[in-house]
């Protein structure tokens, strides 16, 4: 059965100018992870990541991989957030005096997880994006992804890693919280919802961890951050 260890990213950086950066504390949490992947003697065959720069670095940090020598697939990049909310924004503020207030306060309000949830839900809703679709006559500037895509992706993704290792071999996938949330969704068909509710406890640089058995995923771990609680530091515990 084929071991995949689905590693989120460090903390990145909320509230900058680029949020894809790690963060002092995310590049700490990294070093931290490292230091408990050789402590343990947890070895991997291969090592994966999504294209985003805060999963490169988590990796290349944690594990002292080159970057060239990473291989880095879309498959496991994050949902565009920022497209989401492009389209489906203006619809739920019409309607929502919540939503609508928060779009008057600025973006990191609708970060909150009460209207980061609604509009994720509008997402999900739309399942196939036809909703979206309709509004292309508005001039989107975001690349956007319809919730089935992405769900597709992150699954041929996997599947691709089943197909090219052994049974026996032990993967890493350095990702983010909704691509990990989102593959625990296809396991256990969670709502949409209850998923993006877990998105919100992924901690960053935890470790998950499934099993890939005739073409099914088997949950083994979720969520284990103890080698960051063992540094006794709670400022190293973020789920951004």
């Known amino acids: 059965m084929t071991s995949i260890y689905l ?6 950086s909320a509230g900058s100018a680029n949020y894809d950066v790690l963060s002092p504390i995310g590049r700490h949490q990294a070093s931290v992870l490292g230091e408990y992947l050789q ?3 947890l070895a991997f065959d291969a090592i994966y990541s999504g294209t985003l720069e805060r999963q490169i670095d988590t990796a290349t940090i944690a594990t002292g991989i080159d970057r060239s020598e990473l291989s880095q697939q879309q498959h496991f990049d994050e949902y565009n957030h920022k497209a989401i909310f492009e389209r489906y924004l203006p619809r739920l503020a019409a309607t929502d005096p919540e939503v609508d207030a928060a779009a008057q306060n600025g973006p990191n309000s609708l970060m909150s997880a009460s209207v980061f949830t609604k509009l994720m839900l509008a997402w999900t809703n739309d399942a196939n994006g036809t909703a979206a679709a309709s509004d292309r006559a508005t001039g989107s500037k975001q ?3 319809s919730w089935n895509s992405f769900k597709t992706r992150i699954n041929d993704g996997i599947q691709q890693i089943a197909n090219q290792h052994d049974r026996s071999a032990s993967v890493a996938v350095f990702t983010s919280g909704g691509v990990i949330s989102t593959l625990f969704h296809t396991i256990y068909n969670t709502t949409p919802q209850s998923t ?3 998105n919100w406890s992924i901690n960053n640089a935890s470790l998950s ?3 890939v058995t005739s073409g099914s995923l088997r949950l083994r771990e979720f969520n284990n951050i103890s080698h960051l609680l063992l540094k006794n530091d709670k400022s190293l515990i973020t789920q951004i």
């Open 209 to 211: 961890h499934v099993k």
């Open 143 to 145: 690349d956007f992804e």
């Open 7 to 12: 590693i989120r990213h460090g903390q990145a």
């Open 39 to 41: 402590q343990t003697d």
């Open 196 to 198: 993006f509710e877990m």
